[in-house]
């Protein structure tokens, strides 16, 4: 083995794995460490046997639940948004030659006790629920804004600075009401909390024409897609790519320190219909806004099934998840648990999140931080863009061919 290398990963969650790859697609030296004795750390896949013994011990799941090998149920489930970072991360390093991709059907958002579909087209947002006729009007004038703004055009703008002017400015020029801007923000921006109100207006912006964009990619449902058979395969997969440029594994090494700052309550499920109100979507992401809920941040719904390989027939996996506000994940996500009707099996589970407390620029130890609960990548990869330009004092190019990454409609 080298002794010397121009870079040390420590972890091989999916994160680390991202990041090994994208630097020995650089040419750099990397030796990938880890203090498990295998590949994934939380990012894993687990067969249903393996999710029995770590939920359950020496349980035995009953035999009604189908084939073990037939799960593939991923301990951090989160779908990609299919114009979004991860997607050109996967075509930038070539790593797409190892993933099959299928659309998910549906992106939904809960309003006054009741689940929604985000509208995907004109039709379906004239005929949604979420706003009135009224409304309908005023909301479509400030979509057009957005699909229309471009940075580099001012006369897009409309004489406003969103690097000044504030998103909560910018929505009040609109006249929105409250609940419809809570779907736009947390169902269509992805934010997980009402902060970004108060902050610059442009990244709000880039947000919701990121979802725009990924929506009309596929013509689906929804803006997101996912892999065949889970996410389990990706860590493997960068980690078979950093090999392939001369990266060096070990496993059973220690890790830097960091601290905690939260934690992330969720309950994996096992069940034998789609979630309800969701049009029958095998696979389908919900948003609990935090106003909805009473709450400090989002809850968030996950659902896939057989369509994408990760059950038997006739079975959906699905995840509630949430930033822990309280030390009763049962009551706490209780709200989101109700709206997936009758579950077979039930797994309740916490995770403390952590982050880096190091100097990296004194020590040039660079830690990525812990998953959040979000249903979605675009919060994880960010991380991961941030800590190359730290290490390689590189902006990282993703333009790139999004066609190379391609996705199947849902059956």
């Known amino acids: ?20 790859g994208l630097l020995s697609v650089d040419g750099l030296k990397v030796l990938h460490m880890d203090r498990n004795d295998y590949y994934g750390g939380e990012s894993t896949s687990l067969n249903l046997v393996q999710l029995w013994k770590h939920f359950r011990g020496d349980e035995k799941p009953p035999e ?16 990609m948004m299919a114009n979004g970072s991860l997607v050109r991360i996967l075509i930038h390093t070539d790593v797409t030659k190892y993933l099959n991709f299928k659309a998910v059907d549906g992106s ?3 309003n006054k006790k009741k689940v929604h579909k985000v509208p995907a087209t004109d039709v379906e947002a004239f ?29 897009s703008h409309e ?3 969103l690097n000044k002017v504030t998103a909560r400015e910018l929505i009040s020029k609109y006249g929105l009401e409250d609940d419809t801007i809570d779907f736009i923000g947390h169902a269509l921006a992805l934010h997980s909390n009402d902060s970004y109100l108060d902050q610059p207006a442009l990244g709000f912006i880039k947000r919701m024409k990121l979802y725009a964009e990924s929506l009309a990619r596929f013509q689906g449902g929804s803006p997101y897609i996912y892999p065949l058979y889970g996410l389990g395969e990706l860590p493997q997969a960068f980690a078979r790519l950093s090999a392939v440029y001369g990266g060096t594994y070990m496993l059973h090494k220690p890790e830097c320190k960091v601290k905690k700052v939260g934690k992330v309550a969720r309950a994996i499920c096992i069940m034998s ?42 079975k959906y996996i699905a995840f509630v998840s949430a930033e822990a506000e309280t030390d009763n994940p049962e009551v706490e996500l ?12 039930i797994f309740y589970d916490t995770y403390d999140r952590y982050v880096p407390t190091n100097d990296h620029a004194a020590d040039s130890c660079f830690i990525s931080a812990s998953y959040d609960p979000t249903t979605h990548f675009e919060t994880t990869v960010n991380d991961v863009i941030e800590m190359y330009t730290k290490i390689t004092g590189k902006v990282l190019d993703l333009s790139v061919d999004l066609s190379a990454a391609n996705a199947a409609s849902e059956e």
Request: glycine share 8%; net charge negative.
């Open 108 to 110: 939904y958002v809960y």
């Open 334 to 345: 209780k709200p989101g648990v109700d709206l997936l009707g009758p579950v077979e099996e």
């Open 273 to 314: 219909h789609p979630i309800p109100d969701t049009n029958d979507s095998h696979s389908a992401q919900v948003i609990l806004p935090q106003k909805q809920l009473g709450r400090k941040s989002d809850m968030y719904l996950f659902c896939c099934s057989y369509a994408h390989n990760v059950a038997p027939k006739g």
């Open 64 to 79: 009604k639940l189908g084939a073990s090998r037939e799960y593939n149920v991923d301990m951090m489930p989160k779908f």
């Open 127 to 155: 005929k949604s629920p979420l706003m009135g006729l009224f409304e309908k009007r005023r909301a479509r004038k400030f979509f057009i804004y957005v699909q229309d703004y471009d940075d580099n055009d001012p006369k």
């Open 159 to 161: 004489g406003l600075d």
């Open 1 to 20: 083995m080298d002794e010397e290398y121009d870079v040390i990963v420590l972890g091989t969650g999916l994160k680390e794995c991202i990041l090994s």
